[in-house]
């Protein structure tokens, strides 16, 4: 099974940088994603890392280390549009994706 | 191009009523999820299909039941539904290898009285 843990709830000013850490244990590992949801809307697919390391796409960034069971996804520049649910979500040995609570990240101006 | 679509959107459903939900994706993705989500609790596998005519459990599978008799749909059946089967419940699917990200439906929010 899979352990994910996340923060419940972040608030940064518009402008500014957040990190989103998110920490796991599972049985078999082939991916780690990040997805954003805003309230009462479907989840989007924000990022997936497999290997160590950094990806980056624009504003976002996500960073994996799997020898720690730990990644981060990075908001740089923050807009009000930012404000959502971030979750942090974990596929494991069976192709099967598990997600986080959730953290919710309130962008104040 | 529709994608992922759920319905009904919301239903109230009295307990001990059967209930489907259904889910219709117009994208050829082989693998298919049920996933529902509750405060605190975030998105937890119901059950899954990693291709038509496979079915498979998740996390919380009891008094849920499946079938995916074809590529395209995969109905969420409640045989007899129970308050704390109140949630909203999203279907998901994935096109596979490599990155094997879920697109989601909208969702269907359920309430049983």
């Known amino acids: 099974g899979q352990n994910i843990d996340q923060p419940t709830e972040m608030t940064a000013t518009e402008g500014a940088i957040v990190q989103i850490n998110c920490t796991y244990q599972?049985?078999?590992?082939?991916?780690l994603f990040w997805y954003q949801q805003h309230a009462g809307e479907a989840p989007t697919f924000l990022s997936y890392?497999?290997?160590?390391g950094l990806e980056e796409k624009g504003r976002f960034s996500s960073f994996l280390s799997r020898s720690k069971g730990y990644s981060y996804l990075l908001l740089k520049e923050l807009q009000m549009k930012d404000s959502a649910s971030y979750l942090c979500a974990v596929r494991d040995g069976d192709y099967k994706l598990s997600f986080g609570a959730g953290t919710t990240v309130t962008v104040r101006a | 191009i529709a994608g992922i679509t759920q319905a009904p959107t919301s239903q109230i459903l009295a307990a001990g009523r059967r209930m489907t939900l259904r889910c219709t994706q117009d994208?050829?993705?082989?693998?298919m999820y049920w996933y529902r989500q509750d405060l605190g609790l975030g998105l937890r596998l119901i059950h899954y299909s990693n291709t038509a005519g496979t079915t498979g459990k998740g996390e919380v599978p009891d008094g849920y039941s499946v079938s995916r008799a074809n590529t395209d749909d995969f109905p969420l059946t409640l045989a007899s539904a129970v308050p704390s089967q109140t949630s909203v419940y999203f279907c998901a699917s994935s096109p596979g290898l490599p990155t094997g990200e879920l697109f989601f439906g909208e969702g269907s929010r359920l309430t049983v009285l």
């Open positions: 890392n497999v290997l160590d």
């Open positions: 994208m050829r993705h082989n693998a």
């Open positions: 599972t049985s078999g590992f082939n991916g």
